[in-house]
């Protein structure tokens, strides 16, 4: 058992950690990728409204279950209530969302490990290693292997080291970073030639596009995903949160800077498409839709990058390089979520679970590479489409309806002691018992229709 429970050291240090959580492939890679496949500007606005309706209530839901039960979520959900059977239903879903975060972190890796590998190939594209570079830029086993093997063992290097220590300290030093390569990339892109098209696209809705449910859907699992909900990671986080906090006001301090850099993200991919076109480049997949996911990131920006000339190698350098600090921040709050349990319950240093939590994850990573066409897939649907939006609707049946409310309210007073005057308690208890789980279950249901 842990003597001290660590704590985050600073509220800007809890910010730039949850914030770097928050931030991750998700907003840089997903939501462009989103916007792309969806109706563009339509897209964006449903994506804003969700986002405030449904992902951020769920937010301070699993922030405030991991202040008060200060611990690892599968026992989180079981102090919520006395009764036997509600306990012992919350570790079952306490263990669901351990295994999906594992799973989440293994597809987590492989990616990383793409994005990795094109940020040493622009780098070595300096320097001028042809053979090296095509291997970098090959889709092969072992390439991924190895790369998905480093940024494990760079995920795992962080999160041995502790809250502060490790995750604190490295957010704190990344997510600057982050922001600042994002403006800057973002502002370059938008003087390239055809840039302004893209623009047009993202900013102008396409009204017709909301007739479609399949708008929503991906609407709701991106602003989950992309807020870290459904597999305890903000339930952990929180229960490293100094209890002089209030968790409205922070959580909606992360959920904006979450929304801001997605919305940023949007503004240097649409457009770079559109000045990718502009030079000739096919932008369209075989459906006459725009390009989105891998072909987006690996084929038609590199595209631009080559185009562009000089530039456009610091600018390939720059883009993988932010990509790669944006996923590191957000694969070490996912490990969090197993290795506190590790610790917790297994008497183990943080060293030796760390390594022994993150090496399993990485044996499902390569299980996986080497199965790619059918586990992949598999696996993001299972994780990121399913299980994100179940379990968060379950966090909140028991925010609404398990934890008494006295005690609710005893614990978002730590850090608000006014809030029980306050609009947001006004409306939110209410607001996470009936209408969070009942729209959740809506578009839940849309899944299978
Ligand atoms: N929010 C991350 C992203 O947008 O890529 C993904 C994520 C991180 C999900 C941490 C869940 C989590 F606990």
Redesign the pocket.
């Known amino acids: 058992m842990t003597a001290v429970r660590s704590q985050f050291n600073s509220r800007i240090g809890f910010i730039m950690a949850a914030a770097g ?7 840089i890679w ?1 939501f462009p990728t989103q916007v792309a496949s969806n109706g563009g500007a339509a897209f964006v606005l449903v994506y804003l409204i969700l986002t405030f309706l449904l992902a951020y209530p769920v937010l301070i839901v699993e922030m405030t279950i991991g202040r008060y039960a200060q611990s690892n979520v599968v026992s989180a959900l079981s102090k919520l209530s006395d009764n036997k059977i509600a306990a012992n239903f919350g570790y079952g879903i306490g263990l669901y969302a351990i295994i999906v ?1 594992c799973l ?1 972190l293994s597809f ?1 890796a492989i990616i990383s490990g793409w994005l990795f590998a094109h940020l040493i190939g622009s780098l070595s594209s300096i320097i001028g290693f042809p053979d090296f570079e095509t291997w970098l830029y090959e889709n092969t086993v072992s390439r991924n292997l190895i790369f998905a093997a480093i940024f494990a063992t760079l995920t795992i290097y962080v999160v041995a080291k502790g809250i502060e220590k490790g995750i604190e300290k490295w957010s704190k030093t990344l997510m600057p970073i982050l922001l600042i390569i994002l403006v800057l990339l973002a502002g370059y892109t938008l003087t390239l030639p055809g840039a302004l098209a893209g623009v047009r696209v993202y900013l102008l809705p396409d009204f017709s596009s909301l007739a479609n449910p399949s708008i929503y859907i991906n609407a709701l699992g991106q602003s989950f ?10 339930i952990v986080y929180g229960s490293y949160l100094s209890k002089n906090e209030s968790i409205p006001k922070i959580g909606a301090t992360v959920a904006l800077f979450d929304v801001l850099i997605a919305f940023l993200a949007g503004l240097l991919i649409i457009p770079a498409l559109y000045a990718a076109l502009h030079y000739g480049a096919n932008i369209y997949d075989a459906n006459g839709l725009l390009t989105s996911g891998e072909s987006l990131i690996f084929e038609v920006l590199p595209i631009l990058f080559d185009i562009i000339g000089t530039s456009g190698i610091i600018v390939s350098i720059l883009f993988f390089f932010l990509l790669s600090i ?1 996923a590191l921040t ?1 694969a070490i ?2 490990l969090e ?1 197993p290795v506190s349990l590790v610790i917790e319950t297994q008497n183990l240093t943080r060293r030796k679970a760390t390594l022994l939590t993150g090496g399993a994850v990485f044996c499902v990573s390569a299980i996986t590479i080497i199965n790619f066409d059918i586990l992949f897939p598999l696996i993001l649907d299972f994780t990121t489409k399913y299980s994100i939006t179940l379990i968060s609707a379950i966090f909140c049946i028991y925010v609404g309806w398990i934890w008494k409310r006295t005690n609710l309210l005893k614990e978002l007073q730590r850090g608000s002691s006014d809030i029980s005057n306050s609009l947001f308690w006004k409306i939110w208890p209410n607001y996470v018992k009936f209408v969070c789980p009942v729209l959740i279950a809506l578009i839940f249901t849309q899944f299978f229709v």
């Open positions: 959580s928050a931030v991750g492939l998700g907003n997903g975060a989440m987590y995903f992309s807020l870290s909900l459904g597999i305890g990671g903000m944006a957000s709050s996912i979520v």
